[in-house]
């Protein structure tokens, strides 16, 4: 992080005043020393670095006003994302209102039990002075709710306390967007991992948290990534680190920044005292320690380490990048495979949770048409917008992005006979793409590069594998490549189930097909995406999930059953031939160990 001299006046400051909370209305205001001479142009990102989808997030601003010296100043809009003021001499102010009621980490969202902002909703670029330090004063909403409320944000103190209302300062335009804020009657916890503070905040009612369980083991995982990126050293990118949660009934997601991240949680996710202390593959606080683990590692992987698109973001338009799969894809496989290092969940639940994700690439047809690279490109059309279509269309650069990182881990540690891994081509882009990133003048990494690296870092030709599975579309072949590492990639299933081959949601009382897999049951019969079942044989198919599926139990793979649906309000009949669920079920199972080959998670 760059260091700002706190004397120095900063050019650009905004207030932020959470004003109605019932509305859900923040009042911000920014303030310019020097406004550009042609007239000052103000505009809000259209999108959020890491959440790969134009949101337009001026669409929030309710109303805007510009005013110099007491006086107003007329303010054209440019586009749907920015106006342009008329030229004033001296100090001009814009002041605007943003209305907050998005409940995801994407956005803004106020009310009297907390509130939740990005930069990226509330403040106003100033073009042309992106570069400068920006200065904003956070104020305690007058609501009597908010009296006893407290700020948690990693952005840096300038007049305020810690956890307290009032001013902060950030490097620049960039960094200010990168500290996303909390304010309410929030659960805190510190840590220090190697040195370094962290925070653990909790929002939401959650009875019973088990905190110090949730503090010991956050330590343990944020330790292990510490040291891995810097093994001699042990110094973290960050003077300190905020984990901002948001506790809901039903809920997940993460965003990464380079001092915090911002999640949301299903409240049953969070450790309740007395839980075993034995993790298995499906725990809900297992899922919660895999979503942070993954936050925590983007701290290298994407905010230091980032595509050359990224460096810097347009933050107006689309940023394409063909490299996700190495950003999302290979934080997701350090994800899980960090909990293991960090001695939290065992090899063999580890496996577990593999297996699911090979079980979930495997599902979908869309990897045979969508390979990892053009998948992350489109990321912002497919990838965040998907359809009902979207299993025989596209392919995730998450899960199969982690297994290609699997792929290459297992291949490099195969061909050097266990002298090279994966981590030493993480390490050596680390090192070189991203340590410096806020220090020095740095760029993001090419793709020519990234490729250039591997086969440098491992001394192998690693081309053909780019071309296949990276560039290209064909399946990976992990039974193979675990052989030598002494674990069984099996089908766990004893005899295929007959299945429709659909994904399937409630729908009132009713069971509606959400997706039909192409060329499964289903789809041969005639069935859509959208049709409700009415009856499967004359008996009628209820809403609940199971309900579907035991009625499916009574028969056989090759029977044909006469399935009644409506499509809109039209009732229309199919003959379906059940065929057997597409994909095996899978599993890893650990049958022997080499002495030199060791495996990822051994
Ligand atoms: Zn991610």
């Known amino acids: 992080m760059k260091k700002t001299n706190p004397k120095k006046q900063p050019a650009i400051q905004y207030t932020i005043v959470p004003r109605d909370l019932a509305g859900h209305l923040f009042d911000v205001t920014v303030t310019v020393a020097l406004p550009s001479p042609d007239g000052q142009v103000f505009a809000l990102p259209a999108w959020i670095p890491g959440s790969y989808m134009i ?17 107003p100043v007329a303010l054209a809009k440019v586009d749907k994302h920015s106006w342009r003021a008329a030229p004033v001499d001296g100090p001009l102010t814009v002041s605007y209102e943003v209305y907050a009621w998005d409940l995801s980490v994407r956005a803004a969202h106020l009310d009297q039990t907390h509130g939740f902002f990005n930069g990226t909703s509330v403040y106003l670029r100033v073009l042309g002075q992106e570069h400068m330090a920006h200065q904003v004063d956070i104020q305690r909403p007058h609501d009597p709710a908010a009296k006893s409320w407290r700020v948690a944000t990693s952005l840096p103190e300038l007049g305020a306390k810690r956890y307290g209302f009032g001013t902060y300062i950030a490097a620049d335009y960039d960094d200010l967007i990168d500290h996303p804020v909390e304010m309410g009657d929030f659960a805190l916890a510190t840590f220090k991992a190697h040195g370094v503070p962290h925070d653990i905040v909790i929002t939401g009612r959650v009875p019973n948290l088990d905190m110090a369980r949730l503090q010991a083991d956050l330590k343990a995982i944020c330790e292990t990534q510490i040291a891995f990126f810097e093994p001699k050293s042990k110094k973290a990118p960050m003077d300190r680190y905020v984990f901002l949660t948001l506790a809901v009934g039903d809920g ?29 593959a499906a725990d809900g606080y297992l899922k919660f320690l895999g979503l942070c683990s993954h936050e925590y590692f983007h701290t290298w992987n994407v905010k230091r380490i980032k595509p050359a698109a990224f460096a810097p973001y347009d933050l107006q338009a689309e940023t394409y990048t063909p490299l996700l799969w190495l950003f999302e894809g290979f934080t997701s496989y350090y994800d899980d495979l960090m909990l293991v290092r960090a001695g939290l969940v065992t090899e063999e639940a580890y496996l577990k949770l593999q297996a699911k994700t090979v079980a979930s690439v495997l599902r979908g047809s869309g990897r045979t048409k969508q390979s990892v690279a053009d998948s ?15 299993p025989n269309a596209i392919v995730s650069y998450y899960t ?54 591997f086969d440098e870092i491992s001394g192998l030709k690693l081309k053909p594998l ?19 590492f002494g674990v069984k990639l099996a089908d766990e299933r004893k005899v295929a189930k007959p299945s429709l081959d659909v994904a399937t949601g409630r729908d009132g009382a009713d069971c509606k097909l959400t997706q039909v897999h192409e060329g499964g049951a289903a789809h041969r019969a005639g069935l859509s995406a959208g049709d409700v079942l009415a009856a499967l044989d004359r008996v009628r198919v209820a809403g609940n999930p199971s309900n579907l599926d035991s009625l499916l139990g009574r028969y056989s793979v090759g029977d044909t059953v006469k399935v009644h649906a409506f499509r809109r309000d039209e009732l229309m009949t199919f003959n379906v031939k059940l065929m057997g669920d597409r994909v095996p079920g899978i599993a890893l199972e650990v049958t022997g160990s080499d002495k030199k080959l060791k495996r990822p998670s051994a």
């Open 376 to 390: 992350s490109f489109d990321a912002w059309s497919k990838y965040y917008r998907q359809d009902e279509n979207a």
């Open 400 to 453: 199969k992005g982690s297994l290609v990182a699997l792929m290459f881990d297992l291949t490099i540690r195969a061909k050097t006979s266990g002298k090279k891994t994966l981590d030493d081509v993480m390490l050596a882009l680390w090192q070189r793409f991203g340590r410096d990133f806020y220090a020095a003048e740095a760029r993001g990494v090419t793709e020519a590069e990234v490729e250039a690296l």
């Open 252 to 280: 997940y997601g993460g965003l990464e920044h380079r001092a915090s991240t911002a999640l949301i949680c299903a409240r049953a996710d969070l450790p309740v005292a007395n839980t075993p202390k034995r993790l298995g």
């Open 55 to 71: 949101r337009e997030f001026a669409r929030n601003i309710i109303r805007i006003r510009a005013e110099s010296h007491g006086k």
């Open 466 to 484: 780019f071309d296949r599975y990276v560039r290209g579309t064909d399946d990976l072949p992990l039974a193979k490549l675990y052989a030598p």
